[in-house]
């Protein structure tokens, strides 16, 4: 039983296109993640949703859009995509938006812009 | 906003050796502390945590970590490694006053040479 899982696990597209990547949690959390983790490994946060609002929203182009149809789900649309969006992105979720009782990540998604 | 940094990239070092992996962190305030395992092709997975109490936190795979609020350090440490350790370590921050925001290291790389 999957805590965190995103699909698909791959991806690979061409410049210009739009994608998106689909994340639930069946932990019953209240808030979820979306992280980048680029070439060298470095992750960072891009967005934050609890109980399907908005509360994170690091600086991120706007091609990148993210929605939350309930607490379980957040998905995150692409729009236009560049070569350096070329990374792997990974949901996480939260019990709140405090984070205190730590996040559990999935699996990531490989994205290759091509 | 904290900033999290790990003074190694890199470690190289053979099955049985100690290991430590330094984590500092910058913020003033209480914090919670992760510190986070990435094993090859594989998604981030949770050590070991920090939020209260005892100082000398016990986690998974006989990993432990020291906080030490007055050198805002939260280092890592195993007494004897396995070839199975080979993998991404990440050490996090998130501060409860400071918009929870999970923030991560660089993350140091490990190699355990059989």
């Known amino acids: 039983d999957t805590a965190v899982s995103q699909t698909p696990k791959y991806l690979v597209t061409q410049m210009g296109n739009d994608k998106s990547i689909k994340c639930e949690q069946n932990?019953?959390?209240?808030?979820m993640y979306w992280y980048k983790q680029d070439s060298k490994k470095f992750l960072k946060i891009m967005f934050s949703y609890n109980n399907k609002e908005l509360i994170i929203n690091e600086t991120v182009p706007n091609r990148f859009s993210p929605k939350s149809p309930d607490k379980a789900h957040l998905n995150l649309h692409i729009n236009s995509l560049e070569l350096g969006d070329s990374a792997v992105y990974f949901c996480?979720?939260?019990?709140?938006?405090?984070?205190?009782?730590?996040?559990?990540f999935g699996s990531g998604t490989r994205l290759t812009v091509v | 906003a904290q900033s999290v940094s790990q003074h190694n990239h890199h470690v190289i070092l053979s099955e049985a050796a100690s290991l430590e992996l330094g984590c500092n962190y910058s913020y003033g305030g209480t914090v919670n502390l992760f510190w986070y395992v990435q094993y090859p092709g594989q998604h981030l997975q949770l050590l070991l945590k920090y939020f209260s109490g005892d100082p000398l936190v016990k986690g998974i795979k006989g990993f432990e970590a020291e906080f030490i609020k007055s050198k805002f350090s939260f280092n890592l440490r195993k007494p004897s490694v396995q070839w199975s350790d080979t993998a991404e370590y990440f050490c996090?921050?998130?501060?409860?006053?400071?918009?929870?925001?999970?923030?991560f290291g660089g993350g140091t790389r490990v190699l355990v040479k059989p």
């Open positions: 996090a921050v998130n501060a409860p006053a400071a918009g929870n925001k999970l923030t």
């Open positions: 996480a979720s939260s019990q709140d938006q405090t984070g205190g009782r730590g996040y559990t």
């Open positions: 932990l019953g959390h209240d808030t």
